[in-house]
T-cell receptor
């Protein structure tokens, strides 16, 4: 069974600092990996999707890398802003299309 | 705009009562999913459906039931057999394809509380 771990569980940084969020998974036979953002009491918003054949994806200030052989993905957020404060979840998709989620990293960006 | 609509946003259940959570999508996605989220834990899969009139149990299906009579709709019933139903419930959908570029779209969630 796929196990997904996110470290750290919480992170607090001053505005303008770059954020590095880590995600590890136990089964390298993933279909794709998706990063989500969740605000308190809200649903999940998709940020980036990396297909299994890709090494990274970029969208604005966000960049996500994928290393299947080591079972790791990293989400980088450049020049953080208070509006980036949220919980970030990674999810690995297996070939049966089911997603396995990490518990998330809660980010606080201090103004 | 295409998306997923979950209702109600908040739901209160009395002991021994069945309640149904609604999930509707207009994305023309084949697959739909129900997840449960508890504080400090990752999302856990309850049920999923790939096509109309077919669905499969996820990791924590006990005490829940679903139906998929229409492509757009995937309601979840929390039965009295579910001993700890207080949680945040999220519905999602995706394409069902061999391509790996599909992604999941989530609704805004229903918070269920036992009173």
């Amino acid at each position: 069974k796929q196990e997904v771990t996110q470290i750290p569980a919480a992170l607090s940084v001053p505005e303008g600092e770059n954020l590095v969020l880590n995600c590890s998974f136990t089964d390298s036979a993933i279909y794709n990996l998706q990063w989500f953002r969740q605000d308190p009491g809200k649903g999940l918003t998709s940020l980036l999707l990396i297909q299994s054949s890709q090494r990274e994806q970029t969208s604005g200030r966000l960049n996500a890398s994928l290393d299947k052989s080591s079972g790791r993905s990293t989400l980088y957020i450049a020049a953080s802003q208070p509006g980036d404060s949220a919980t970030y979840l990674c999810a690995a998709s297996s070939n049966d299309y089911k997603l396995s989620f990490g518990a998330g990293t809660t980010v606080t960006v201090r103004a | 705009d295409g998306g997923i609509t979950q209702s109600p946003k908040y739901l209160f259940r009395k002991e021994g009562q069945n309640v149904t959570l609604s999930c509707e999508q207009n994305l023309n996605h084949d697959a739909m999913y129900w997840y449960r989220q508890d504080p400090g834990q990752g999302l856990r899969l309850i049920y999923y459906s790939q096509i109309v009139n077919d669905f499969q149990k996820g990791d924590i299906a006990e005490g829940y039931s679903v139906s998929r009579e229409k492509k757009e709709s995937f309601p979840l019933t929390v039965t009295s057999a579910q001993k700890n139903p207080t949680a945040f419930y999220l519905c999602a959908s995706s394409k069902w394809t061999a391509d790996s570029d599909y992604g999941y779209t989530f609704g805004s969630g229903t918070r269920l509380t036992v009173v």
